[in-house]
Antibody, heavy 120, light 104 residues
Framework: QMQLQESGPGLVKPSETASLTCTVS????????WSWIRQPPGKGLQWIGYIYYDTGYTNYHPSLKSRVTISVGSSKNQISLRLTSVTAADTAIYYC?????????????WGQGTQVTVSS | EIPLTQSPGTLSLSPGERATLSCRAS???????LAWYQQKPGQAPRLLIYDASSRASGIPDRFSGSGSGTDFTLTISRLEPEDFAVYYC?????FGQGTTVDIK
């Protein structure tokens, strides 16, 4: 059974870069779209962007495009997220999720999420 | 980006009752990418419905989705205790703000 596990620094200082990793196990990472989605405390969901593993094609939310990079991780079963120039508004739980066969932006499988807090 | 508005914000019902949740888009959208998710406290969201009306794997048949154009509905025919949660609709890069279904 496929599992997604997010990991990250937990605490990031304002203006710095948050780097997160999603590790995929139990299934092939190729042939799928992989998204990052976040949820500020007590609020709703915001899609950040996705990558198609096989080609590296990416698509980002317009409001975050200038600060976000999603890439294939250093290990073959990982997806990475970099978010630059963070502020308190970036404090959230960050989830990785896999797109379905029919739609890159329909999220059939999710990780449990990792908390990122931006604070000095 | 096409905003999605969910209503009501909160739905207070009793187990066994029928729940009807609405998701309205600001312009006509394709049903092909309209999805519904359930989220319980401390958990990741779970896909319930995709392509507006198709149930995801393992989802009970008391959950159903319908709609087209700008108006979409998630119906839970008879609420079970485990169904009290927050529900989000989503289309492409946009999520609705969520509807909380809580116990009356």
């Amino acid at each position: 059974q496929m599992q997604l596990q997010e990991s990250g620094p937990g605490l990031v200082k304002p203006s710095e870069t948050a780097s997160l990793t999603c590790t995929v196990s139990g299934a092939s990472i190729s042939g799928s779209y992989w998204s990052w989605i976040r949820q500020p405390p007590g609020k709703g969901l915001q899609w950040i962007g996705y990558i198609y593993y096989d080609t590296g094609y990416t698509n980002y939310h317009p409001s975050l495009k200038s600060r976000v990079t999603i890439s294939v991780g250093s290990s073959k079963n990982q997806i990475s997220l970099r978010l630059t120039s963070v502020t308190a508004a970036d404090t959230a739980i960050y989830y990785c999720a896999r797109g379905t066969i029919s739609s890159p932006a329909t999220f059939g499988s999710w990780g449990q999420g990792t908390q990122v807090t931006v604070s000095s | 980006e096409i905003p999605l508005t969910q209503s009501p914000g909160t739905l207070s019902l009793s187990p066994g009752e029928r729940a009807t949740l609405s998701c309205r888009a600001s312009q006509i959208i394709s049903s092909s990418f309209l999805a519904w998710y359930q989220q319980k406290p401390g958990q990741a969201p779970r896909l319930l419905i995709y392509d507006a009306s198709s149930r995801a794997s393992g989802i009970p048949d008391r959950f159903s989705g319908s709609g087209s154009g700008t108006d979409f509905t998630l119906t839970i025919s008879r609420l079970e205790p485990e169904d009290f949660a927050v529900y989000y609709c989503q289309h492409s890069e946009t999520f609705g703000q969520g509807t909380t279904v809580d116990i009356k």
